[in-house]
């Protein structure tokens, strides 16, 4: 198999590598505790200008094409900003509203890729784990409106949404995706720092009516375009945990050759060397699984949600475990806020648990292969 980049996909590369080397690596990076939580609206205008949150879109939808490999080949390169910018989230709402495929979506998703409008998902629910299927989330019809209750948890930046894509339930069963606006009434949100320097929130809906352009997906069709999104999203949040361990390792292996100890560099201690090799080896066997999944998912092909469970229960795993021994192989400088490294861990740290941790894709791993042998 061939995976050698396209000339198209290493100016898309280079021109992350230029974005963060202007905007980040040449000015004051935040501490987490240092409001790193807003937009900084001027790169989110240059994010907008350069198209990135129109990528894996289609042309006919007002996207500029492209697949889920040209996303994740994207945020690895954003990665090591770190890049705050809620890209990773709009790249969720994106791919619901692709996956979704209807007249009515096609609009909001225009707004959301020009960046007119700024729409987040809200899928889980407090106590139910990561399951897709709401539980206390429910909608009835009411004359020609649909009143939506229930809550939601760990909305990302749902403090700076100008509206929620919500999964609810009808009174037969049925799941059903719908955009909430988030000045409509009923609707309560509540924000919150997390630490990774970014934000979330918990969204309660009070009979908040939303009327028929606000209903995205129903049935069959709302279950599998939850799917597909997630698992898009996942191969994302994968790439991006990726380029954070790549710049975890580049700063142990340049920090282990400037420190001295016994007098000579940490980087000829053969113990520490061993360490390092790990590290690398994570890294490169994260990027194999992560290429195999996300061309999967980009052919539609039946083993890609396999694939996306296990490369998001290898980086859950083993990113915690690369990250550490970063911090160790730092000493104790690898635990400042002032220090970058502990804001790559952070990161890797919240990626683990976002869209489903490391039991949860165990589970679904387990099962996919338990149904393929039946």
Wanted: glycine share 8%; hydrophobic share 35%; proline share 3%.
């Amino acid at each position: 198999m061939d995976f050698s980049l396209t000339e198209e996909q290493r100016q898309l590369q280079d021109s992350a590598e230029k974005f963060i080397a202007r905007e980040y690596q040449s000015k004051q990076q935040p501490s987490n505790d240092s409001g790193g939580n807003d937009i900084d609206t001027m790169r989110w205008q240059i994010v907008k200008d350069l198209g990135w949150l129109g990528l894996g879109v289609p042309v006919e939808d007002g996207g500029h094409d492209g697949t889920i490999v040209d996303v994740m080949l994207l945020q690895e390169v954003l990665a090591r900003g770190p890049v705050r910018e809620p890209i990773q989230d709009c790249i969720l709402s994106s791919q619901l509203l692709v996956a979704c495929g209807n007249e009515i979506t096609r609009s909001y998703l225009h707004q959301l890729i020009s960046g007119h409008h700024f729409y987040v998902a809200a899928l889980y629910e407090p106590a139910g784990r990561y399951s897709l299927s709401p539980s206390i989330t429910t909608a009835r019809q009411e004359g020609e409106l649909l009143l939506i209750s229930g809550q939601k948890t760990a909305v990302p930046f749902g403090g700076k949404a100008d509206g929620f894509i919500v999964s609810t339930k009808h009174a037969n069963g049925e799941i059903a995706l719908c955009l909430v606006d988030s000045q409509t009434p009923g609707v309560s949100i509540h924000s919150y720092p997390t630490i990774d320097g970014r934000e979330a929130a918990e969204l309660i809906l009070k009979d908040v009516a939303v009327t028929r352009t606000g209903l995205l997906r129903s049935g069959e069709p709302a279950v599998q375009a939850l799917a597909r999104a997630v698992d898009a999203s996942i191969i994302s949040l994968c790439a991006e945990a990726l380029g954070s361990m790549e710049t975890a390792l580049s700063l142990t292996v340049s920090y282990c050759k400037q420190r001295t100890q016994f007098g000579r560099s940490l980087s000829k201690f053969q113990s520490l060397q061993h360490k390092m090799a790990d590290m690398y080896i994570q890294c490169e066997s994260i990027r194999s699984l992560l290429y195999a999944s996300a061309i999967k998912h980009a052919q539609h092909d039946n083993d890609s949600h396999l694939l996306v469970s296990a490369l998001k229960y290898k980086v859950a795993r083993e990113g915690r475990t690369l990250m550490e021994t970063a911090v160790q192989l730092h000493g104790a400088i690898g635990f400042t806020d002032d220090y970058m490294l502990g804001q790559y861990y952070k990161r890797v740290l919240c990626i683990a648990a976002i869209n489903g941790d490391a039991d949860y894709h165990l589970t679904e791993y387990l099962n996919s292969t338990q149904r393929d042998v039946t």
